[in-house]
């Protein structure tokens, strides 16, 4: 009886992730679509919690997601299940403005080195968190969560005798299992989001097998430390930590996809000066530009951005100067020189044809 219910909770716990992510390309590109599609793990916390402070009573609910029946429970495993699937779904974070130090130093570089705006874009990786169905951050950390963190405990239970040594109640079956499970649920995820044109940056299948791979095994690293309920928590925060430094390098050369740059001279403007921030801006209207891909149109119609006079590289010192012209704008900026505006923020819009 406790097997058959240990196994419906874990069949739960790795089925209905997977089905929620499917879930999301079924949502308009308008940008409040994310909070409609909040709308099922709020409700799914929600009742979690007032199951667990015991304001609602469901024993059958309880002894179904719970080890022991104990309404108590539902406060831990599941109810850090439910927040992080709340958080990957609504969460973005907006660069601040010192992002701007860094496309400074890039336009003064006026360079089209890989290196350069991987490096620098790796500096900035803290300050632009982005997840929904826009980045394979939130769909790696939920496919870990659900893949890893679920097979790793029906393997390893069903199968796992030696034991890890520095955790009593985990075996390296399990751990393989996390990993295998991450990998899996995690490249499938990617393939299929990247294939349907969410990611504002197309991945290769190798690179993001080479970086899913890394990150399945963190995962399973994480996993496999001896505290209970938590890892709903950190194995995906593990993920996305790690994934945001490394996604740069997983990302292909090249700040934009070769095809999105052949439509940078109908700006105007000089795709070596204006990769950075087409990036950046592309980054804050990634709706848009999914849309755009999917339905093969050129995603840079008309961009507006805005520009901002610098006196120093003192942030607090940035002041907002909106032109609305991008060409005009950039024809200040001559090639190989310092230029005397530089973009501030992210303020592109881009319109579709
Ligand atoms: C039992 C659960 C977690 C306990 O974790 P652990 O202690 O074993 O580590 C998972 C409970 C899952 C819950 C019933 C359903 C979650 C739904 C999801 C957030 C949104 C579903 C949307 C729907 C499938 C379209
Ligand atoms: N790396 C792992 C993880 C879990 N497991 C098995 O799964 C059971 C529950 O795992 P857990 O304590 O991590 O439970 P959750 O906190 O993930 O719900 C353990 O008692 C082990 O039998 C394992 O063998 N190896």
Redesign the pocket.
Known sequence: MFRVQRLS??V??IG??P??LL?WNLFSDAPESRYFAAA??LL?TANFFLLGIGVIRDPRAVAS?SRRGDPAEML???LY??IV?LVATTFSHPSPPFVCDLSLVMLRSTCNSWRLQTSLKIANAPWQLVFWRNSPLGVLGLSALCGG?GLA?VLGRRYGRAKLPWSQSKTYVGSSAMFLGSFVFGLAALVYFNYRGNFDRELSLCGAALFVCVLSFAAAAVESFPYR?V??ITVPLAVVVLGHWLLPLAESRGTLAPKDQTHLPKLGVQPAVLQPDAHQAVHEAPDQFRQSRQRKRPPLHRCSFSFGRSSGYNPTAWKMTPIKSPPAALAAVPRGHTPPLVPVGITCVIELP
């Open positions: 909770r874990k739960i716990h209905t992730g089905i929620f879930t099922a793990p799914v997601m831990r495993g599941p299940y439910g699937f963190d405990e309920d890892d709903n």
